[in-house]
C-alpha cells in the first residue's frame, strides 16, 4: 500500500539532538538550514512545490518568526518551521509579502497536488506551530510557557509547577462498515453531513473518548450515528490530518444488526450503497461537476481509500 498523503515524513527527526541547546543553535545559524514558513493557516506553495527558503531570506524571516520549531534533517540539511503569523498583512488585507515566491495557501486546499515529501514536511510542521499557538499557558496553573527542546516540549515558567507540556494529537476513528442493501448487495455505509459540500458522500468517523480501545470508538460512533450495530473491527490503515491536530485511524468494521436511523444531530443522511449504485449514480469527480450527481471525498483522504479498496475487490 503506497504512503498516504501527509505521510512518510522525509527527515530525520534527529531526536537526540533537540535537548542540545547548542547543536540547535549551530543549525539554526546554517546557511544551507531550510525554512518552512507558516503565516496564520497559510503555507507558502508554488505550482512546483512547498517553498522552502534558505540562506540569508531565511535568516531574514527567523528574525521575523514568533516561534521556530526544529523539524530534523533532510539530506543532511537542517530543517525548521516558523512562525511568521505576527507579520501584518498587506493594506488591502492579502498576506505579507515577506520576499519568498509563492503564495500563501491553505494546505488542505493544494496538499494532494504538492510533491508527498513536500506536503508531509508542510503539514509536520504545520502541526508543531499550530500546537505552540494553543500551548501558550499551561494546563496547570495558568502561568506562561516557553519552547524547549527545539520547539517539542513547552516548559510552564512558574517554579512551583514547572510542568512539562508534549504536542498532543487526537486520535480519530474513520470507518468503512460493509453491509447490505435493500436488494441483499453487497453495500458499504455512507453519510452526509450539513455543512459539506452539496452532493458529498462519505464514511463514518468520529473522535476516540477516554476510557475506550479503538475497537470500541468504531463500534460507538457507527451505532450513535446510524443506529447500526457492528462487530469484525479491523485496522486498515493512518492519515496524520493536521488540521489541526488529528491522527485519523482507518477501520473495515462488519454490519451485525440494528437498524439504519441517522442521528440527526450529527447526520443529514445515510445510506447503504452497492458498487452498482456507486457506478451508476456517483460523479468520477472529487468535487461537485455542476451536474447534481453525488461525489466521494477526494483522492488524498483516508475515507476515500477505504472507499476505493472495497470497490477494488
Known amino acids: 500500500m503506497d504512503p498516504i498523503l501527509y505521510s ?8 537526540h539532538l533537540r ?6 543553535d549551530t543549525l539554526v545559524r546554517r546557511p544551507d538550514r531550510l525554512l518552512v514558513p507558516l503565516w496564520r493557516d497559510l503555507s507558502l506553495v508554488t505550482p512546483e512545490g512547498a517553498v522552502m527558503p534558505d540562506g540569508d531570506l531565511a535568516a531574514r524571516l527567523l528574525d521575523l518568526a514568533g516561534v521556530t520549531v526544529f523539524l530534523g534533517l533532510w539530506a543532511g540539511r537542517p530543517v525548521f518551521a516558523a512562525d511568521l503569523s505576527e507579520a501584518q498583512p498587506e493594506p488591502d488585507g492579502t498576506p505579507p509579502r515577506l520576499g519568498p515566491d509563492g503564495a500563501w495557501t491553505a494546505l488542505k486546499a493544494v496538499g494532494g497536488t504538492l510533491p508527498a515529501d513536500h506536503a508531509a ?6 502541526a508543531l506551530v499550530l500546537w505552540h499557538r494553543r500551548a501558550r499557558f499551561c494546563g496547570i496553573c495558568g502561568a506562561p510557557t516557553q519552547s524547549r527542546e527545539g520547539g517539542h516540549m513547552r516548559q510552564c ?3 512551583t509547577c514547572a510542568a512539562p507540556h508534549y504536542p498532543r494529537t487526537d486520535p480519530a476513528v474513520i470507518m468503512r462498515v460493509d453491509g447490505t442493501d435493500e436488494t441483499g448487495q453487497p ?4 453519510h452526509r453531513q450539513k455543512i459539506w459540500s452539496p452532493g458529498m458522500w462519505s464514511v463514518l468517523a468520529g473522535f476516540v473518548e477516554p476510557g475506550e480501545t479503538l475497537e470500541e470508538a468504531v463500534a460507538r460512533e457507527v451505532r450513535e450515528e446510524s443506529g447500526i450495530e457492528v462487530a469484525a473491527v479491523r485496522y486498515h490503515s493512518g492519515q496524520p490530518w493536521p488540521f489541526p491536530s488529528s491522527l485519523m485511524l482507518g477501520f473495515s468494521a462488519t454490519a451485525i444488526g440494528g437498524t439504519l436511523a441517522p442521528d440527526p444531530d450529527e447526520l443529514e443522511d445515510a445510506q447503504w450503497f452497492s458498487k452498482a449504485r456507486i457506478a451508476a449514480e456517483f460523479s468520477d469527480a472529487h468535487r461537485t461537476d455542476g451536474s447534481g450527481r453525488p461525489f466521494l471525498p477526494r483522492p488524498d483522504a483516508i475515507a476515500r481509500r477505504l472507499v476505493d479498496d472495497w470497490l477494488r475487490r
Open 8 to 15: 512518510a515524513v522525509p527527515l530525520d527527526r534527529a531526536h
Open 19 to 24: 535537548r542540545d541547546d547548542k547543536a540547535i
Open 121 to 126: 514536511i508542510l503539514a509536520y510542521g504545520r
Open 157 to 159: 515558567q512558574d517554579g
Open 187 to 190: 453495500a458499504i455505509l455512507m
